[in-house]
């Protein structure tokens, strides 16, 4: 038995009511850690390649992270792995609690497959499962679901539970882990609910033994005193994600739709820091973290679970000019409440806009609405799409059916890669997440990407230390950083990679986590809690393998370099007042299309991926010990 584990694996089949418990081979923990890493494995072996998401036989895998349930720092992040309708491309979504739970439950991995006969609650308590009538939840929030089963269950108990969104399959619904942490951002909410279930429940007393305690201990107090004793902890405390451009004194973050960068300071007034500090209540952080990126926010007279609050401002107030960081975070509450994805869902409502604008959608498919970029709109909008009613119906159903219905007049409006909304818009900055939501083969999801790069102006030398944190040799960290600046793309490739290792052991990937944790400091906790010693590079390398993985199982399913792509209008200048902000990269060089392709194909090289294709190579899968995807591969004739 596997120390840092709990060393099974649980299969639930919804249709015949039956489980087994399998043990956990200790190849895949050796090869792929934990979570994000064995995931994408059991994925790739498990979904069969073209099947319909909401098909019975697609299934949900939940995987917890190698270090979930120990005293790691930040060590609670989780994963949801299925094919996603929004993108019809598999993915891992992560998020913060239930997987230490779900160890102490007795499992690191549960394989949902099936569809009940009616609606469900999944409970896995103390080693036993039970499929729990949830009829009387169907039709209730997030909150309301969430509230009941802590309830009947104890506080103490991780939930995660999908809303009426999921119920009528909306396809960019989602669920909430514990009302605050966002999961399945692609449309989990719908997959789980085809499925009839409604919240799954994880308990359990089973405590996770490490090899070498008092080691694992050690380092985990020093990783500890390192977090709590950063300089901007307070800020972080109340901003989450956002402080650092605030502490940074970036001004213009206000992207308005992908048209327009807003410079007005008054903006400050209206949707920054300070209007959000009269909000702000208490920080909530994920279990184990000692920095927190969520909080409680008063609104409305109500306590409300947010997370990254302050994206509101931009997801819906600058885009549908609200006049207060209230009204913009009221979106945002129903949304989490009915589990969907506000990101999303803005996207959608600005692309029905501009339609509207450019008269290709008519007041007679608007049931003689009229579509402005106002809180009116989206109001009634929202209510569509939730309700699956009118023209909310089609939106229900992503870009593609939009496009599918007026044509390929419309596709040049749709602002989207792999039909997600874009995480980050390159023109305001060019940074390693706005090439990772272009290659990501889950879709557009820029995390991945993250580096020192997030914010502007940092010199060469600080993408050599950053490189050198992740293991990368010298000659590498010179290649990609000479001294007139740093290639994003090719940096992207070793940030993708510390992303998918501290996504196999668990560890979260914010800012603060992230600067303080190194490669030796996961190679020490790794050794100290499995037993099994592993190098600095042995580990990346694992993080390659599962990322790879994730690449291939997508492969299968027909996505390749004409899917990794920026949309048209990043190539428009961005209107910034009397200013045009062109797309430049990091060093200020302007890009076009030819440039920009130039970036992808280093991309894929710094890979050794084929840069012709943005596919694997069959020696480069086999070398990472994956010939037998290699093999199948090529007996489909896909590299």
């Not at 989780?78 to 309708?85: G, L, M, N, S």
């Amino acid at each position: 038995m596997a120390k840092g584990y709990a060393n099974f694996i649980l299969h639930i089949d919804l249709t015949t009511g039956e489980a087994k418990r399998e043990p956990l081979a200790e190849e895949l923990c050796r090869d792929f850690l934990g979570g994000f890493g064995v995931n994408n494995r059991l994925a790739y072996d498990l979904i069969p390649p073209g099947i319909d998401p909401l098909s019975p036989d697609n299934p949900v895998i939940l995987g917890a992270g190698m270090l979930n349930g120990t005293q790691a720092p930040a060590s609670s992040r989780f994963f949801a792995t299925t094919k996603y309708p929004t993108t019809q491309a598999i993915g891992s979504a992560s998020g913060g609690g239930f997987g230490f739970m779900l160890k102490a439950a007795g499992f690191d991995h549960v394989i949902i497959r099936g569809q009940a006969s009616r609606p469900v609650v999944i409970k896995i308590i103390d080693n036993q499962l039970e499929l729990e009538n949830a009829d009387d939840l169907w039709g209730k929030d997030i909150f309301e679901t969430t509230d009941e089963l802590w309830k009947r269950y104890g506080d103490e108990s991780q939930v995660i539970a999908l809303g009426p969104a999921g119920e009528r399959l909306v396809k960019s619904s989602f669920c909430l882990v514990n009302k605050i942490s966002t999961l399945g951002r692609g449309g989990l909410g719908a997959v789980l609910a085809s499925k009839r279930v409604k919240a799954i429940v994880a308990r359990g007393e089973k405590s996770i033994s490490v090899q070498a305690p008092i080691a694992f201990a050690k380092k985990a107090d020093a990783l500890l005193q390192g977090l709590a004793g950063l300089p901007y902890r307070d800020s972080w405390l109340k901003y989450g994600p956002a402080v650092a451009r605030f502490l940074a004194g970036r001004k213009g973050f206000l992207v308005k739709g992908f048209r327009e960068l807003d410079l007005d300071e008054g903006l400050e007034r209206t949707y920054g820091p300070e209007v959000y500090e009269a909000l702000w209540q208490v920080a909530r952080a994920c279990p184990s973290c000692p920095v927190a990126c969520k909080a409680i926010v008063k609104l409305a007279d109500r306590a409300l679970p947010f997370s990254a609050a302050l994206a509101a401002a931009e997801i819906w107030g600058a885009r549908f000019n609200m006049t207060s960081l209230e009204e913009a975070m009221a979106c945002r509450d129903l949304c989490n409440r009915n589990g969907l994805d506000d990101r999303m869902a803005s996207g959608l409502i600005e692309f029905a806009v501009d339609l509207y604008e450019a008269s290709i959608i008519k007041q007679s498919d608007t049931d003689g609405m009229r579509l402005k970029r106002d809180p009116e709109t989206v109001s009634c909008l929202l209510k569509m799409i939730l309700n699956r009613e009118g023209i909310g119906d089609m939106l229900a159903e992503g870009f593609g059916a939009v496009i599918a219905r007026f044509g390929p007049q419309a596709k040049k409006y749709a602002v989207e890669i792999k039909g997600l909304d874009p995480y980050r818009d390159p023109r305001e900055l060019f940074d390693g997440m706005a090439i990772s939501q272009a290659v990501n083969p889950r879709g557009s999801y820029g995390v991945p990407g993250n580096s020192p790069a997030y914010l502007p102006g940092r010199k060469p030398d600080q993408f050599k230390r950053y490189l050198a944190r992740l293991g990368v040799e010298e000659n590498t960290r010179e290649r990609i950083c000479p001294e007139d600046g740093v290639n994003i793309a090719r940096l992207t490739r070793y940030a993708e990679d510390w992303y998918s290792l501290c996504s196999c052991l668990g560890i979260c990937v914010r800012q603060p986590v992230t600067q303080v944790y190194s490669l030796d400091d996961l190679a020490e906790l790794y050794a100290a809690a499995s037993g099994w010693n592993k190098t600095g590079q042995e580990l990346m390398r694992a993080g390659e393998r599962a990322w790879t993985v994730l690449k291939a199982a997508n492969i299968r399913e027909g996505f390749g370099r004409q899917d990794d792509r920026f949309p048209d209008v990043f190539f428009e200048p961005l209107i910034a007042g009397k200013k045009r902000v062109a797309l430049r990269d990091y060093t200020n060089r302007v890009l076009g299309r030819t440039e920009v392709e130039r970036l992808f194909t280093d991309y894929y090289q710094e890979r050794g991926w084929h840069p012709d294709t943005g596919l694997p190579t069959c020696a480069g899968l086999t070398d990472l010990g994956l010939g037998h995807m290699a093999e199948d591969l090529r007996r489909r004739g896909l590299i």
